[in-house]
């Protein structure tokens, strides 16, 4: 408890120095800096070789200090109620006299928003005078990092600190609604999107691979772990490692397993750590087993059908 308190004052004072840090989060890790700084902005981009027309998320401890900086409506609402502080970002209208640093959304008049749930990240929240910016902590393109140990693979020394809160619970990032207009889904993620169309009670549209990228996390070589990755394999090459739901007979060398026990969510949280695991142990080609495509099962379709497309000439913007 004591090392707690301490670890969240030594995170707030690299964070009020205007530093970056890295924090955990129920989804994935993030690289966060003061969002109304824009010294603290600019370091998130250069760090993580992001280019800086690609927004970043502002997380928020709760709806009262977002209302300064944002437009809120009653889908936002409803959703904020129901599934907020979760793995969901809204995209809101920006207000004018908001005072996130216009480093963050690239001078654009949205913001995406979101409510953490790991317990230390909001206790870190709960303690600043501002929110907090933060993509994903990896260097832009590559996997995105679910335990300190990826960080310290990603930024070495760096990074003045991580907040290390064990391992994200989910595994992969947050769902993407953008809620300025009708309401339209930009990225798959953490919480199924038919919650949401429950909740809403219509439809939504989704628009996961638009012509114009929005959401470059929408982009192909996004979540690429960079080596050749097929799916719906039965099965794999001589020197392929293949990766599996589903429990086999005789188990081989190339044999990764997402889960013990075909489980969906454990999967999810699996997903990266095993394609890390899988360049670390020298393979140079993966092969993936048909994974269902329900519940989290469709974020992990989309993240493995953009990592399949990295043969192709498509470059991340
Ligand atoms: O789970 C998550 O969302 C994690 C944790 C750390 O919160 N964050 C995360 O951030 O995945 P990042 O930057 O890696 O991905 C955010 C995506 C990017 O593809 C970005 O283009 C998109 O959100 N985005 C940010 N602001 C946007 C906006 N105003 N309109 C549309 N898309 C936006
Ligand atoms: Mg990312």
Known sequence: MKSIQSNIKKAKKYLDNNHCIAVP??????????????????????LKKRPMNNPLIVHYHNINKLKEDCYINDNFLKLYNKFSPGPITYVLQLKKKSKISKFVSNKQKSLAVRFPKHPLFKKLLKNLKYPLAAPSANISNKLSSVQASDVIE?????????????????????????LIKK????????????????????????????????????????????????????????????????????????????????????????????????????????????????????????????ASKYKTKWRAC
């Open 154 to 178: 990603e930024f070495g020394s760096k990074l003045k600190y991580i907040l290390n809160g064990g391992k994200s619970q989910i595994g992969l990032e947050s769902t993407i609604i953008n």
């Open 25 to 46: 989060t129920e989804t994935v890790y993030g690289l966060a800096g003061n969002a109304y700084s824009d010294s603290a902005v600019k370091k998130i981009f250069k």
């Open 183 to 306: 309401p339209t889904i930009l990225r798959f993620g953490g919480l199924d999107y038919l919650k949401i169309e429950k909740i809403l009670k219509k439809k939504i549209f989704i628009k996961t691979n638009p012509n114009k990228k929005i959401a470059p996390g929408q982009s192909f070589l996004h979540y690429s772990p960079g080596i050749p990755l097929r799916v719906n394999i039965k099965k794999p090459k001589k020197n392929e490692a293949f990766i599996l739901i589903k429990k086999r007979k005789n188990t081989l060398k190339n044999y990764y397993y997402l889960s013990k026990k075909s489980n969906l969510k454990q999967s999810a949280k699996n997903l990266y750590s095993l394609l890390r695991k899988i360049k670390k142990d020298g393979y140079n080609m993966i092969a993936v087993e048909k994974i269902p495509n329900e519940g989290i099962g469709k974020t992990i379709n989309d993240r493995l059908s953009r």
